[in-house]
């Protein structure tokens, strides 16, 4: 069984910049997630979709940061723009349903200069 | 607010050495409690879950872990520590109420000399 993708591995922006990634959870996941993990710290649930549709988004910066899962399946995070702080590790997740296991993808690092 | 602490940031035992790795929590409900590990550039991988049941759980790689409710305390142990195990250790809890959200804790990570 495949597990969740993502890309790019690593991304170096200037600050202002944009940036998206790119998240294909495991077949038949019906619940995906976005955190993010600053350096030192654990990770941190940005948003959650179940199927195409958001459950949590509440520590999500709307101003910057977007997100979409269109048609049920892969999902894009984008930040738009970036600043400093945005450095840290995404890592996309995805589950069967609720209190399910999540299986993690191996993370987007960003570089925010 | 439900929290996840790891008072331990960074942790160093030699090879064959016995390993504990502390966990508290402060959930007012039953929690789920979860054990991830991250290898450098990989994904987070599960160690082992407690949902009820016996308070002593078994997980992969040697690695098991006890829940005591009196000490809000979700410790990972494994009797002896293989140089392979080096990595960082993240303690989570499970928060109810339809969805499956996680609470992480900071993270403890661990060295291992030969």
């Known amino acids: 069984e495949a597990g969740v993708a993502q890309s790019p591995r690593y991304k170096i922006i200037e600050k202002r910049q944009s940036v998206a990634f790119w998240c294909n959870p495991i077949s038949g996941h019906a619940t995906l997630y976005w955190y993010q993990q600053i350096l030192g710290q654990g990770p941190k649930l940005l948003i959650q979709f179940q199927n195409n549709g958001v459950v949590d988004d509440s520590q999500l910066p709307k101003d910057r940061f977007s997100a979409e899962r269109l048609k049920g399946v892969d999902s894009t995070l984008k930040i738009q723009p970036a600043k400093l702080e945005d450095s840290a590790v995404y890592l996309c997740a995805s589950s069967l349903g609720t209190i399910n296991e999540q299986f993690f993808g191996p993370g987007t690092r960003l570089t925010v200069l | 607010a439900q929290s996840v602490t790891q008072p331990d940031i960074h942790i160093t035992v030699s090879e064959g050495a016995s390993l504990e790795l502390r966990c508290n929590y402060s959930?007012?409900?039953?929690?789920?409690l979860f054990w991830y590990v991250q290898s450098p550039g990989q994904g987070l991988q599960l160690l082992l879950k407690y949902f009820s049941g016996d308070t002593l759980v078994q997980g992969i790689k040697g690695f098991e872990a006890e829940f005591k409710r009196s000490q809000s305390s979700f410790n990972l142990r494994k009797p002896s520590v293989h140089w392979s195990d080096a990595a960082e250790y993240f303690c989570a809890v499970h928060l109810s109420g339809g969805y499956n959200k996680l609470i992480f804790g900071a993270g403890t990570r661990l060295a291992v000399h030969p």
């Open positions: 959930y007012g409900a039953t929690p789920y």
